[in-house]
């Protein structure tokens, strides 16, 4: 298989070697307005080739290969970040997610080993990073100017073109007015618009859970002021708060798989794993809780998870699979999980 699609990879190996990607938009054309979905799509499929690869190395018995060549995933994460916009870190999460998925399949068959669950903790401490979602929130303010500049530079039929308030809010017209009152509804637009990015901006800066709140509040004074602004405004002045949710979950996900290869390691150690996760030692906290993750005994095995992003998650039942969304390790394997046919069946 490796040998049949050899050009592909050696691209895709020669793509994540570079210390930065580079993605070119057009900020001039009017391409800049719509979601650069080719860029996203052709990086995100590389991160999927790149985990059949691993799972091809691991089942030659090249695990450690495989450990060394799955981490080189988390570099199309990295290399999203240049596309400086929410939409690249978003699936900078997603890509990561991928890339996670193929290390926790690792530690499922092969984790009993200590060197390769050490293989894997090095691998996603040195490796992984989760987007940031600040900066790209930044990025997407800058963008907000791109669009409503090209609004301006377009007839007035085609914008909602009302410069007066009608009884505290502005209307839509049954016809185009001029260019003058165009320029004054983007200007109003813009100052709501602008003003509400900044505020989610900075309290995307914020610990998840200071975060959450902030979002809560701007987003409930802007439903409030909603008969003050113009209908582009509104249309405009989206809830954001889901980003950060997805950026915490990135960051769960990465230090789920980080502890798990450290209470692989432990058990090798200790013929056993603990029964408390302060066992082995200072652990990162659960960005959904700001305390550890949760994490118990289940017979000869462990589960470890973070309680989520509705903060009520307790690790679930071994025979009941949860949501895929939710940052946790249930171990060993548990039936529900779906490994890749024949994968850690050495030859």
């Known amino acids: 298989m490796l040998q049949k699609h050899s050009k592909l990879l050696s691209l895709i190996h020669q793509a994540v070697g570079r210390k930065q990607g580079?993605?070119?938009?057009?900020?001039?054309?009017?391409?800049?307005?719509?979601?650069?979905?080719?860029?996203?799509?052709?990086?995100?499929?590389?991160?999927?080739?790149?985990?059949?690869e691993s799972m091809v190395l691991a089942q030659e018995g090249h695990v450690r290969e495989a450990v060394?060549?799955?981490?080189?995933?988390?570099?199309?994460?990295?290399?999203?970040?240049?596309g400086r916009s929410v939409l690249y870190a978003i699936v900078g999460c997603g890509t990561n997610a991928t890339t996670l998925r193929g290390m926790r399949e690792i530690l499922y068959l092969h984790g009993d080993d200590p060197q390769i669950a050490q293989s894997v903790l090095e691998a996603v401490r040195e490796n992984a990073h989760t987007p940031n979602i600040t900066s790209a929130m930044r990025a997407d303010a800058t963008i907000s100017f791109f669009t409503l500049d090209y609004f301006?530079?377009?007839?007035?039929?085609?914008?909602?073109?009302?410069?007066?308030?009608?009884?505290?809010?502005?209307?839509?017209?049954?016809a185009p007015t001029s260019k003058e009152q165009q320029n004054a509804y983007i200007d109003a637009s813009e100052a709501a618009i602008l003003h509400r990015q900044r505020l989610d901006i900075l309290a995307s800066e914020h610990p998840y859970l200071e975060a959450k709140r902030l979002f809560a509040a701007n987003q409930s004074e802007w439903?409030?002021?909603?008969?003050?602004?113009?209908?582009?405004a509104n249309g405009m002045g989206d809830d954001e708060s889901g980003y950060v949710a997805m950026a915490g979950a990135d960051n769960a996900s990465i230090n789920v798989v980080e502890i798990a290869a450290r209470l692989l390691i432990w058990?090798?150690?200790?013929?056993?794993?603990?029964?408390?996760?302060?066992?082995?030692?200072?652990?990162?906290?659960d960005p959904f809780s700001g305390k550890s993750f949760g994490y118990r005994r289940e017979g000869s095995g462990f589960v470890l998870y973070s309680v989520g992003e509705g903060g009520n998650f307790e690790g679930g039942s071994p025979n009941v699979k949860p949501k895929a969304s939710l940052p946790m390790f249930r171990y060993p394997v548990p039936a529900y999980?779906?490994?890749?046919?024949?994968?850690?069946?050495?030859?």
């Not at 307005?33 to 985990?51: D, E, G, N, Q, Y």
């Not at 999980?337 to 030859?347: E, V």
């Open 22 to 52: 580079v993605v070119r938009i057009n900020w001039e054309g009017k391409e800049m307005l719509f979601s650069p979905s080719l860029h996203v799509t052709l990086i995100s499929k590389a991160a999927r080739v790149l985990k059949a």
């Open 267 to 285: 058990k090798s150690q200790h013929g056993g794993f603990p029964s408390k996760l302060s066992a082995i030692g200072d652990t990162p906290l």
């Open 223 to 232: 439903i409030k002021s909603r008969s003050d602004r113009t209908d582009m």
């Open 68 to 82: 060394q060549n799955q981490a080189l995933a988390f570099r199309c994460a990295d290399h999203l970040q240049s």
């Open 152 to 174: 301006r530079s377009i007839n007035p039929k085609f914008v909602i073109p009302d410069a007066t308030p009608q009884s505290g809010r502005w209307r839509l017209p049954k």
């Open 337 to 347: 999980y779906r490994l890749p046919a024949n994968l850690g069946k050495t030859p």
